[in-house]
């Protein structure tokens, strides 16, 4: 198969089958694209070096997540941003020194870029456009950046999605009003109700530009800066498509790309036959070099063929399972102390190592290069890493669980009239003392209750001489809370408030906005998440969390609280499937290695599909403990000796693993809190009560 003549799609498509044509088609791939992400890594940083590693690892994420489906859509824009996304990475590690200034001081402004895909700005909220541009079929999206942003030539955009130069024309025409009524669509759904009595003035205004309508509408559109950008917007989209587009998709840098690629040419270069473009291996090279073994290094020009780039020494990269090299190869290279259990590679090189480093994995000679394989989906053996030796097993969690796809456009009206529902319940009698599942006992000093605690809770009183409608003493819990989201309330920009008055709101993303349930929780359909700007736990001394929700699914984990470290969750409050439990995870260290040991509480009961459960999770510093409570019962105490900081976002829905979207929430989330303290059992106790 000529895999010069097949679209992006069929060549992800392939690389996503493995087989004998996944490094033809990912080589081919790479000639089309991996030049423009090279050029706009080497702006985001001082030293060609760098640039050659920002660029192979925005590359290789972009990659693998086409490839295990978790994102969908035009592949440049999103290898693009993935520069942003691990650009991001970078600028929370050692590697910041060898960002762009300019870059590094526009992270730290607007927050980290997350997860790499083709319109986010990760917790910095995306625009409009951003989102209507996500929503496009692919094809759209194609010919809106390589026509309208990057200026190239309709036969050569046309060859990215096997269509003719005549179709191109067509289509982009057609792409221009996708994207207008897919960004009059959000509009809409976004409003609140004085901006719907303007709707239809701020369409035709957009459109016109009447004299008539801006005395109407003047008024409205200086009170309401969202209609006012939506009258600006909409104008661009007729008129200036491209360079809209290109701000929305790469909020850094994203003009001064477009015109780059309309001077240089990037998809000219790279689509036509023989160009040798480089990219992360030799070109020419259709496949590996090394049968035997699922994983192979590929010889490179020194440099990536970069003028004065020295070569670097870089580990191969995992080919995908059931994918057999070409036949004809010399033997394998990758030392068999690489394979963990089971004969699989154990994955390519840790994010934020530069290319002058050594990345050696044996064998190789200077000037070894390395090819951004991706693995096609599949599971990986997770070694759960428990101090207890009779919980120590190998499962296979599922890998790849959907990143937030194709790039957090909101839909749905969530400007709910009306008051929030109360979730206060009825006094609900005391619960029975509780019986630890595990052999393990926890001790009083680790259960006691706080001095608030009622002494006579759960036993027998006297009637009182009159009814009493105040509930039964129980422990002041919540009013310290460092944050409370009870997802009574999300307004129109996708924002939910801190109803502990710490001004902690949080941000909805996803696809399509998480739902409203009924009674103030939110649905969520594992590619949603509501984010914090900034960590709102200290992980390095003690904390709590607690959250009620309801599993749609029990066949897959998924995590219901987390905070981001720079690799990946500090702590994880979730659902392990391979268990069929509950977990309080926190890990030993940050590191991206889903296999890293970390403490763990679980839970001795078995969570069922379509029943909601409370939670707290709470790591007690002091006593060197975490322990998981599930609806106020203590399920398991256990020891930890190190912690660490993580200064990421707080998430609620979803985890982080390799800077990248893990083990999403499908289901509903209600009454999430976190504390700068341990709670004891009492007050874990209250919060489930308080929360039914």
């Known amino acids: 198969m000529d895999c010069v003549r097949l679209s992006d799609a069929e060549l992800l498509a392939l690389v996503q089958q493995g087989g004998e044509l996944y490094f033809p088609a990912l080589h081919e791939l790479e000639q089309r694209h991996f030049r423009a992400v090279r050029t706009f890594a080497a702006a985001g940083t001082v030293r060609p070096a760098a640039a050659d590693e920002l660029a192979y690892q925005s590359w290789q994420a972009a990659l693998r997540q086409h490839a295990n489906g978790s994102v969908s859509g035009a592949l440049r ?8 996304s691990t650009a991001s990475v970078w600028a929370r590690g ?105 709707h239809h003035l701020v369409l035709a205004y957009a ?12 008024p409205h559109l200086e009170r309401c800066p969202r209609c006012s950008q ?53 070109p020419g090279v259709p496949g590996p070099d090394a049968p035997g073994v699922p994983g192979w290094d590929i010889p490179a020009v020194p440099g990536w063929d970069m003028p004065g780039v020295p070569g670097s020494e870089m ?12 036949a004809g190869l010399p033997p394998a290279r990758l030392p068999a102390a690489a394979l963990p259990a089971g004969g699989r590679p154990s994955g390519g090189p840790a994010p934020g190592r530069l290319a002058g480093e050594s990345h050696r994995t044996g064998g190789s000679s200077a000037g070894r290069g390395r090819h951004a394989a991706v693995g096609a989906g599949g599971t990986r053996g997770r070694a759960k890493g428990r101090r207890r030796a009779d919980l120590v097993v190998r499962g296979s969690a599922v890998a790849g669980v959907c990143a937030v796809a194709a790039a957090f456009a909101f839909a749905g009206d969530f400007n709910n009239g009306g008051e929030p529902q109360s979730k206060e319940s009825a006094p609900a009698p005391a619960p029975p003392a509780e019986a630890t599942p595990s052999s393990k006992a926890p001790s009083p000093s680790r259960t006691k209750p706080t001095a608030s605690a009622s002494p006579t809770a759960g036993k027998t009183r006297p009637a009182p001489p009159k009814p009493s409608t105040k509930p039964p003493s129980e422990p002041s819990v919540g009013a310290d809370a460092t944050v409370e989201w009870l997802f009574n309330e999300v307004d129109g920009d996708g924002t939910t408030p801190d109803s502990s008055d710490n001004s902690k709101e949080g941000t909805l993303f996803g696809t399509s906005r998480p739902s409203p ?33 309801k599993l749609d699914r029990t066949d897959v984990s998924q995590t219901v609280v987390s905070q981001d470290a720079s690799e990946s969750s500090g702590f994880m409050l979730q659902y392990d499937a391979d268990e069929s439990q509950w977990e309080m995870r926190i890990p030993e260290e940050d590191t991206d290695d889903e296999d890293a040991d970390a403490d763990e509480a679980v839970s001795g009961s078995r969570p069922r599909a379509g029943e909601w459960t409370h939670l707290t999770g709470v790591y007690d510093d002091a006593d060197d403990e975490v322990r ?7 399920g398991e105490t256990v020891e930890r ?8 976002n707080f998430a609620v829905g979803r985890g982080l693993l390799d800077n990248e979207f893990f083990q999403g929430v499908d289901g509903a989330i209600d009454d999430v809190l976190a504390f700068g303290r341990p709670v004891s059992s009492a007050e874990a106790r209250a919060l489930a009560r308080k929360s039914r």
Not at 315 to 326: C, D, L
Not at 641 to 648: T, W
């Open 77 to 84: 824009p999103c290898a693009l941003s993935s520069v942003l």
């Open 94 to 198: 050692q590697e910041r020194s060898v960002l762009n200034r300019e870059l590094a001081a526009w992270i730290e402004t607007n927050g980290p870029v997350m997860l790499g895909n083709t319109a986010t700005a990760g917790f910095r909220r995306p625009s409009l456009v951003a989102r209507a541009f996500a929503v496009l079929p692919c094809r759209s999206q194609t010919v809106l950046w390589h026509g309208a942003v990057e200026r190239d030539d309709s036969g050569l955009t046309g060859r990215l999605i096997s269509m003719g130069p005549g179709d191109v024309s067509v289509l982009t025409g057609h792409a221009q009003s996708e994207l207008h009524n897919a960004y009059v669509h959000l509009l809409r759904n976004g409003m609140d109700h004085e901006c719907r009595l303007f």
């Open 230 to 282: 939506a009258v600006a917007d909409l104008g661009r989209v007729r008129h200036d498509c491209g360079a809209l587009v290109a701000q929305a998709l790469l909020p850094w840098g994203g003009l001064e790309h477009a015109a780059r690629a309309a001077n240089e040419g990037f998809t000219q270069e790279t689509v036509m036959s023989g160009s040798g473009v480089p990219g992360p291996h030799t």
């Open 517 to 549: 349930v009924k009674g103030g929780a939110l649905a969520f359909d594992g590619d949603q998440f509501v984010g914090s700007r900034g960590p709102l736990v200290d992980t390095s001394g003690s904390f709590s969390v607690s959250a009620r929700v």
């Open 641 to 648: 000796e190190d912690d660490f900081d993580s200064e990421g």
């Open 315 to 326: 580990p191969a990269m995992p080919s995908p399972p059931g994918m057999g090299p070409p």
């Open 207 to 218: 459109d016109a530009r009447s004299l008539d309508i801006a005395m109407d509408l003047a």
């Open 628 to 634: 998981l409570y599930v609806d106020g019962r203590l």
